[in-house]
């Protein structure tokens, strides 16, 4: 049986470094996104300082293993079966939980998710016990300490409202003193603010990032805790001297400085506290296969676990290797970027496409705090709202495209740092359970709102992207909670069997969430290019490439459909029902991003600016009616109904042929820019039309003859009259195209 517990330690171990990249993955927004959002440095340069600071911080951080041991349950209530269960239970929840959480670009906390793993297995296996000992349910509490809980779930809340309230009023303030145009005011309250900065980051890295590390003595950490405001003091005036002498003599944005130096600070945080979340479990199931190794004469179920609750110092030499995957992955994750950006996107000053969509309770929320502000403009002298005004008017952005362009500015990611900071030491010292991801991720989302990134245009998309993030985080409870408890109780029962059904599921999982989270790197790839369309010389070439694609993905996707009817394949309408949302999509977001384009159309190019919309919306308006030819036959066939007739198959057919060929040289014409066939494109629409009719005529005459029922009729019906609009849309598209590029190239 030793090798049998041996082998659940190896599995662990492997789990352990999965989980250190789906947890670094998820927790890189805390520390990376003020530093990118606002483009303080290269992003190598961010980078290279927050691996900086993930390595000191996961080198000293032994002292935070105890919570996986002993925080949550009573270990000297479990024998060594039943804890290697757990372990294994928890490993398997967190890696799936967290990789579904960064497939989908959600951040959440990695302390809740390990905390309600470890509740709900522990609660599995405690409950199993009590029923096969015949004990009372209320024994629970000798198994598990379910204060914990509690404190994680108060901790939530605590940080949603205080962390959301305190970035919204400091960043207020701050912009009022500063204005977006902070240059100019900088160089008089500049040092300051920045002592205050630097002082609260100070403060935080000895508070919360190495704090309970070897490298500084329990005696000095003493002194600190008793003399905090005295020191807090001392530094502020010396971090004040040396900002103002950078400013007025060297002339240097010691903005800059906060930022990476904040950067440092909660990298280190993360990897000093947030190291447990992820090789903790492995840890405490080492140190349980090494007490039953030094316990060669007690059987491994009858070897009580009351060794961990013995303090333990961790091997170093695990940590730097912990810490040197979690700076590969932060360097190599695309789920770290695709997380950070959903906290980007929902902060950044700019309006453009919006990840969420308009709820009734956003919307319900937007319209509240529209009043709320139209009322206080009112009680408000006109002098002082034309002052707040003129302290809230952004500065346009200078770059030749929009990846130039910060998210939000330096004062914003200061303010970001410099609140969590403070946030975090003060919870700290006061024993008060705020989550670090949740602190940083609600101080941002507050410091937007300060800063009227959420006008009218975004606000009620920025607020459900919000309240979804929050909802998410009560969903990692309950979810951790509830997986970790089913698998437990699988792995108690199923023995060796269960174990590795189990590991061989949480595999193939594991891979699906990579294959769709690359489809969508892809996507978004792809739609990087519509950066291109920001220099008047690729708009041209862009604009055709994009008809041409949609023109052909239109043409397919039809073409199918009539196959899909006619050998009633619901497999194959299934899948050209997504495509045509997929091409919704598309359609949407070039129709969304016309604002960008026109408004970086030089001069002389604005007189065709309205042959590009008109294309854009011809194209959204194709889209639109083919989603009324699948939805449609998809739902025909997938309710069983009566397929088509024979006739009217064939009369599909002949129609779809003849679309084929208008299609065809349409996209020649588009192409190669040439144009002079389009009469000929006319004529074939105008036959198309034609065939139409007399589809339309034979199917009332059906109708008339009782050959065709309700159903067959009204998608038939539909099928033509949407097909007809097709039709009308493509020919107008191709007017408007060739307007467009004739008159660019003229």
Known sequence: MENYYLIIVLVLMGLAVLDLVVGVSNDAVNFLNSAIGSKVAPRYIIMIIASIGIVIGATFSSGMMEVARKSIFHPDQFFLPELMMIFLAVMITDVLLLDIFNTFG??????????????????????????????????????????????????????????????????????????????????????????????????????????????????????????????????????????????????????????????????????????????????????SYQIHIANPGIPADQLLMTDLTKPVATNIFYLMIAGLIMVITLWLSRKARTVTETEINLSRQDTGTERFGSTQLSRSIVRVFRNLSRDTEKILPKSVNRFLESRFTPVKSTGKRMSDAPSFDLIRASVNLTVASILISSATSLKLPLSTTYVTFMVAMGSSLADKAWGRESAVYRITGVLTVIAGWFFTAFIAFTVAFLIAGILYYGGVFAVVVMILIAVALIIKSYMMHRKKEQQKASDRALEELAMEDSLINKCTKDVNKSLNDILRIY???????????????????????????????????????????????????????????????IAHSLTFVTGPAFEHIDNNHKGFTKSQNQELIEISNMISKLFELIMVMVKDNDYTAVPDAIKMQQKVLEMLNDARKKQIKRIKQNEAGTRNSILYLAIINETKNIMLHTVNLLKAQRDFILNNVD
Request: proline residues 1%.
């Open 106 to 287: 959600m951040p959440t906390s990695t302390t809740v998710s390990l905390v309600f793993e470890l509740l709900g297995a522990a609660v599995a296996i405690s409950l199993i016990k009590i029923s096969n000992n015949g004990e009372s349910f209320a024994n629970l509490n000798n198994y598990i300490n379910s204060a914990k809980a509690l404190a994680i779930i108060s901790g939530i809340l605590i940080s949603v409202v205080v962390a959301f309230l305190a970035g919204s009023i400091i960043q207020y303030i701050t912009r009022i003193i500063f204005t977006f145009q902070y240059e100019k005011n900088f160089k008089y309250f500049g040092s300051i603010w920045g002592g205050i900065a630097l002082t609260a980051i100070t403060y935080f890295i000895l508070m919360k990032g190495v704090e309970g590390s070897p490298i500084i003595e329990p005696e000095v950490m003493a002194y600190i805790k008793g003399h905090t405001t005295t020191i807090l003091m001392y530094m502020f005036v010396l971090w004040t001297v040396i900002f103002q002498i950078c400013i007025s003599i060297l002339k240097w944005n010691t903005l800059r400085f906060v930022v990476l130096v904040g950067t440092f600070a909660l990298a280190l945080s993360f990897a000093g506290n947030d190291l447990v979340n992820f090789i903790g479990v492995f840890m405490a199931g080492l140190k």
């Open 559 to 621: 073409n199918q459909t009539v196959t899909g009817l006619t050998l009633e394949d619901r497999k194959l309408l299934k899948q050209l029902d997504k495509d045509v949302e997929d091409l919704n999509i598309e359609a949407k977001k070039l129709k969304y991003n016309v604002y960008t384009v026109l408004k970086e159309l030089q001069a002389d190019a604005i007189e065709t600016g309205h042959y590009y919309v008109q294309v854009i919306d011809y194209l959204r308006e």
